[in-house]
């Protein structure tokens, strides 16, 4: 078949191969393990001398399709594909930390991966260094000796800041540093950290990937050299994602380009319409022109994503006014779901980190989040409009 399809093919077209059965669609392998034809067939396999699968916590038909589609995606030569989100950050972090090793990351990061810096990496004498998202020209003050990995998410959770893919490619370059980029918020499709210099994308593909909030899943694809080091760690620790997980999302690919063009379209009208509201301080969209990183998000992504910031005048109590107004949109922590959804992150998601904390990562008292979904645009509107009072 042709090679180097465009992305909406790729992500339907690129499937395992069909069995004796000659199914149009690839099925389920709900199998733990696979068997062997003979003695020196089982021995070679586990000696790595022939790609096969073994195990479902090594590998499977069905996660290897998804990793594929997002490895074509995302210009990356290998990946491995882990229960959730957050598997995939700890293990791709474990896998490549020594003791003694240092991080530099962005101080805009979600609030599970702040914890897993700062309470539980330190107990590994593994320590970390931020650096605000306006801040990159004081990068080289936060090398050491033992700085091993740069890490950033772009657009951040939850302030929809954007930081400059390329400038931190440099960076990691000139340093010799691995360079981890977190694509959740703008998803394969708007955005390919690789090419700006990553060595390794991370994605929650509970969000845009799946779509409609139904699955748990993470991935991180990118350098094969690293990726091995990835694999042979989440091997014995056992992160990896469930088969009929990955059936699911490998589905959901499918349609993602789809989707997140409806997403991009009506964020960006939602956005239009807060910026102009009287009970508004200020609204965060990539794609709006008074985003104070405009141009970047306009260089390196295709559209401004699903995820819209504001902040309610009024601090808390209006906040929580608005919260208890809320009709339609649901009130709940996911994001890049089919339906629309609110939160509150500094009293849901960054909860954990003290009021100075979220106030360095940008998240006001009175900022709410908004995962913008499919539903139509003059409805998602009214019931903020409402809700607003």
């Known amino acids: 078949m042709k090679k180097n399809f465009k992305f909406e093919t790729e992500a339907i077209r690129t499937q395992t191969e069909r069995t004796q059965f000659l199914e149009h669609s690839t099925p389920m392998y709900l199998t733990s393990s696979f068997i062997f034809e003979d ?22 038909p069905n996660s290897s ?24 950050v700890f293990s791709t972090f474990a896998a490549l930390l020594d003791s003694g090793d240092h991080i530099i990351s962005s101080r805009s990061i979600f609030g599970s991966t702040h914890s897993l810096f700062t309470q539980f990496f330190p107990k590994w004498n593994v320590s970390t260094s931020y650096f605000k998202i306006d801040e990159l020209d004081k990068l080289e003050e936060l090398v050491t000796p033992k700085t091993k990995i740069i ?13 400059d893919l390329e400038e931190l490619g440099k960076f990691a370059k000139k340093h010799n540093l691995i360079y981890i980029i977190d694509n ?22 509970t969000k845009l990937m799946d779509g409609q909030g139904r699955v748990l899943a993470g991935i991180t694809v990118g350098n094969k050299a690293l990726i091995d080091k990835v694999y042979r760690f989440s091997r014995i620790t056992g992160p990896s994602l469930s088969p009929f997980n990955a059936w699911v999302l490998s589905k959901s690919l499918e349609t993602l380009a789809l989707r997140v063009d409806k997403h991009c379209d009506n964020a960006l009208r939602l956005a239009e319409f807060l910026e102009g509201h009287p009970k508004v301080n200020w609204v965060k969209y990539p794609f709006l022109k008074s985003h104070p990183k405009y141009e970047v998000a306009k260089k390196q992504m295709k559209a401004g994503g699903c995820v819209v910031a504001f902040e309610v005048k009024g601090g808390v109590e209006a906040g ?3 919260f208890n107004a809320i ?3 649901s ?14 992150p500094a009293s849901t998601t960054h909860s954990k980190l003290s009021v100075e904390e979220r106030m360095a990562s940008g998240i006001t008292d009175g900022m709410v989040r908004v995962s913008v979904g499919l539903e139509h645009i003059d409805d998602i509107i009214a019931d903020i409009e409402q809700a607003l009072g």
């Open 39 to 60: 003695a020196e067939d089982m021995r070679a396999s586990f000696a790595e001398e022939k790609e096969r699968n073994i195990y479902s916590r090594y590998s499977n």
């Open 65 to 88: 399709e998804f990793i594929e589609k997002v490895c074509k995606m995302e210009g990356a030569e290998d990946g491995f594909a882990f229960a959730s989100g957050m598997a995939a």
């Open 151 to 163: 890490y950033a998410e772009t657009p951040t959770n939850p302030g929809v800041d954007v930081l």
């Open 184 to 205: 959740c918020f703008a998803s394969p499709y708007l955005q390919q950290p690789i090419k700006f210099g990553a060595d390794l994308v991370i994605h929650s593909g």
């Open 320 to 322: 929580q006014k608005f």
């Open 327 to 329: 009709k339609m949109l």
């Open 331 to 344: 009130l709940s922590a996911n994001l890049g779901d089919s339906r629309s959804i609110v939160t509150h």
